[in-house]
């Protein structure tokens, strides 16, 4: 039997959270992979970016954080580790949730160099979870932190607030 494997490398995610509005920072940007049929190929997701060599998830969080949202954090947490395709991808996503105390929410961000046209959005908690619900969430490692975020919300408000 042959098998083929794409060599992906590993990345990290972060959900990032605001305790005092109970709502989340989510970027939208275009994915190529998504483009099927009349579903729209802009996605509503976490920030995330892969490990360089030599580099530390919670680098890779503040550096893609910084890039994609002008979004900073006081503190992680870790929610899981996941396989997104093991049955045909090596990467590892490591997700995380991060406390926010500073994003650029409304702005177009994202490097010029990587070809990112990213949207930084506010979202409700209560909405985001909604959104889930309702099947509107299709990128898999946002849809596994905010399932996380509806076990642990309630929790993770009051240690943070």
């Known amino acids: 039997m042959v098998r083929e494997v794409f060599e992906r490398g590993d990345a990290v995610a972060v959900l990032p959270y605001v305790p005092e509005t109970d709502s989340l920072v989510m970027i939208e940007q275009f994915r190529p992979g998504a483009v099927r049929g009349d579903e729209s190929p802009w996605m509503l997701e976490l920030i995330a970016g892969v490990v360089e060599d030599g580099e530390d998830d919670e680098a890779v969080v503040h550096r893609e954080a910084m890039e994609e949202a002008a979004c900073e954090f006081s503190e992680l947490l870790p929610i899981a580790t996941v396989f997104p395709s093991a049955g045909a991808c090596t990467e590892q996503v490591r997700l995380y949730c991060g406390r926010v105390t500073a994003a650029a929410v409304g702005q177009l961000r994202g490097l010029q160099e990587e070809g990112e046209d990213i949207l930084v959005h506010s979202i409700p908690r209560t909405v985001a ?15 596994i932190a905010l399932q996380w975020l509806h076990i642990h919300g309630a929790s993770l408000r009051e240690r943070w607030c």
């Open 129 to 143: 979870l909604q959104m889930l619900s309702d099947n509107q969430i299709p990128n898999g490692h946002t849809l």
